[in-house]
């Protein structure tokens, strides 16, 4: 499917892909200031524990996996939002957007980061 011949031309067009691009930009540094949060999350937890000078300190071993889990999480997404927006600069050039659009990553990247959020709930609950 071939796009209008005015479609590729537009400024505007190329605009909203930059637009896209830089929100998937801030997508991954989001992810990657999240990771950071979670990573120290077991490390405040540590230091709450030593202040209360509880017997028992929690085990903090779960955050740290998943805050560099979030952060190369966030790489990933900053390096496929990369790629991704060369591909559809070209495919807007060539006048075949529609067809080089596809949106699995974006299923996949859900699904991921819905599973992580489950997996911290889970740990949460049984922690406190």
Do not use: C, N
């Not at 067009?13 to 929100?23: D, G």
């Amino acid at each position: 499917m071939t796009e209008p011949a005015d479609s590729s031309g537009d400024p505007r067009t190329y605009l909203a892909a930059e637009r896209t691009f830089l929100a998937w930009l801030r997508t991954g540094i989001a992810l990657m200031g999240f990771g950071f949060v979670v990573a120290r999350f077991g490390l405040f937890l540590r230091e709450l524990a030593a202040s209360k000078e509880l017997a028992k300190m929690p085990d903090t071993g779960f955050s740290l996996p998943v805050g560099v889990l979030l952060i190369l999480l966030g790489i990933v997404v900053m390096v496929v939002a990369a790629f991704r927006h060369h591909r559809w600069i070209e495919a807007i050039d060539r006048g075949q957007f529609r067809r080089e659009f596809k949106s699995t990553f974006v299923f996949w990247l859900t699904g991921l980061l819905a599973l992580i959020g489950l997996a911290v709930a889970v740990y949460l609950a049984v922690l406190f």
